[in-house]
């Protein structure tokens, strides 16, 4: 069964950091990219960080940029996301998510339960 | 990276047929067959319904089904059930710099 599991989350002040963690289990690790993807409470979803199963690329959301690092350790089937530079607009749930067999294509097929980040 | 367009809200009766729209550019929905929807129901996670425009997942029932035309995509939703109501949100293959963009979401409310 496959399965992601979203910690690291809580209260930190504005300009303050947090790391991110998703452990996956279930499924061929390296096989597959993984999103980040946030959630204000109430509001809409928004596409965060993207890593591909290698590790080798990454992708961030302008609104990220510059602040974030997403990396991954396919040796414990882990995913981060390094946040620097947090401000209240950073205040969402966090989830990490998996997409299919058709990669970026096909949708995100499994999703963490979520991580409340409040800045 | 701007995001894709839904009407707030939506609504049907039980058993009516009701359409979601979703709405990009040349950049996103309109460039390239990969179209996602997503059903959460509140305090639940993102549940993939469609994906590639019209494919369903393995148990998603068939009374999800899309479609799309141009820039503009649309999950229809037939035989509405009570258990449909929940907010539906698209997304969209945005290309190699940002790969995802997600559309604001619809909450459709079951009449």
């Known amino acids: 069964e496959v399965q992601l599991v979203d910690s690291g989350g809580g209260l930190v002040e504005p300009g303050g950091s947090l790391r991110l963690s998703c452990a996956a289990s279930g499924f061929t690790f390296n096989n597959f990219a993984i999103a980040w993807v946030r959630q204000v409470p109430g509001k809409g979803l928004e596409w965060v960080s993207g890593?591909?199963?290698?590790?080798?690329?990454?992708y961030y959301a302008d609104s990220v940029k510059g602040r974030f690092t997403v990396t991954r350790d396919n040796s414990k089937n882990t995913l981060f996301l390094q946040m620097n530079r947090l401000t209240a607009e950073d205040t969402a749930v966090y989830y990490c998510?998996?997409?299919?067999?058709?990669?970026?294509?096909?949708?995100?097929?499994?999703w963490g339960q979520g991580t409340l980040v409040t800045v | 990276q701007s995001a894709l367009t839904q009407p707030p809200s939506a609504s049907g009766s039980p058993g009516q047929s009701v359409s979601i729209s979703c709405t990009g550019t040349?950049?996103?929905?309109?460039?390239?067959?990969?179209v996602s929807w997503y059903q959460q129901h509140p305090g639940k996670v993102p549940k993939l319904l469609i994906y590639e425009v019209h494919k369903r997942p393995s148990g998603v029932p068939d009374r999800f089904s899309g479609s799309k035309s141009g820039n503009t995509a649309s999950l229809t939703v037939s035989r509405l059930q009570a258990e449909d109501e929940a907010d539906y949100y698209c997304s969209s293959y945005a290309g190699t710099s940002t790969p995802v963009v997600f559309g604001g979401g619809t909450k459709l409310t079951v009449l």
């Open positions: 998510a998996k997409v299919g067999f058709s990669g970026w294509y096909g949708g995100f097929d499994y």
């Open positions: 040349s950049s996103d929905v309109g460039g390239y067959t990969y």
């Open positions: 890593i591909s199963g290698s590790g080798g690329k990454t």
